[in-house]
């Protein structure tokens, strides 16, 4: 089955760095859109980053524009997030998830959670 | 980047209905639709509609959902103590090239 497993979060301090990961499997990587949207405590979801399955259409929010860097590794199956000067309202759990071509986003991770403090 | 506005909460009785709304533009939910997922306390959320008005696999037929205009709602029907939750609308917002998600709407049951 689709499995989406995010790691990397943690807590730092504001202006440092943090990459996250998601490794996937139960499906064709290669193939498929992926996103990272993030949810402050108590909050609710906020879209943060595209990119298409070949890599070349990346997207991203406003609010970490710059910042943030969305990357894949198709022949690992793997998602990235490399966050830079970060802020502490980037605190929050960072969800990778799959989005098969123009549809929707409809396979979901367990979330890492990321503190700027 | 502007949001889908969704109402805060709606509360409904047991084995009623409930409807929530969400209202976009053109460039939005206007143009490709919303989809809607549901997020339980403590859990990732989950896809219940998706744009082009199917259900993903597994889904219980009491949750479907509408689009009028730049206006999309989602009709759950005969109403469980397991659909407390939260419920997003979500669209990809082609002006913005962003995805875009609603506030989020708490029901309560």
């Known amino acids: 089955q689709v499995q989406l497993v995010e790691s990397g979060g943690g807590v730092v301090q504001p202006g440092g760095s943090l990459r996250l990961s998601c490794a996937t499997s139960?499906?064709?990587?290669?193939?498929?859109?992926m996103h990272w949207v993030r949810q402050a405590p108590g909050k609710g979801l906020e879209w943060v980053a595209f990119?298409?399955?070949?890599?070349?259409?990346?997207y991203y929010a406003d609010s970490v524009e710059g910042r943030f860097t969305i990357s894949r590794d198709n022949s690992e199956n793997m998602l990235f997030l490399q966050m830079n000067s970060l802020r502490p309202d980037d605190t929050a759990v960072y969800y990778c998830?799959?989005?098969?071509?123009?549809?929707?986003?409809?396979?979901w991770g367990q979330g890492t959670l990321v503190t700027v403090s | 980047q502007a949001g889908l506005t969704q109402p805060p909460s709606v509360s409904e009785a047991l084995r009623q209905t409930a409807t929530v709304t969400c209202t976009g533009n053109s460039d939005n939910v206007g143009g490709q639709g919303a989809a809607w997922l549901q997020q339980h306390q403590g859990q990732p959320p989950k896809l219940l509609w998706y744009?082009?008005?199917t259900r993903p696999s597994g889904i219980s037929e009491r949750f479907s959902a509408s689009r009028s205009g730049n206006k999309a709602s989602l009709t759950i029907t005969g109403l469980q103590p397991e659909d407390e939750a939260d419920y997003y609308c979500s669209a990809w917002d082609d002006s913005l090239n962003a995805w875009l998600f609603g506030g989020g709407t708490r029901l309560t049951v």
């Open positions: 990119i298409r399955d070949d890599g070349v259409a990346i």
């Open positions: 744009r082009d008005n």
């Open positions: 998830a799959k989005e098969p071509p123009a549809r929707d986003l409809d396979h």
């Open positions: 139960g499906f064709t990587f290669s193939k498929s859109y």
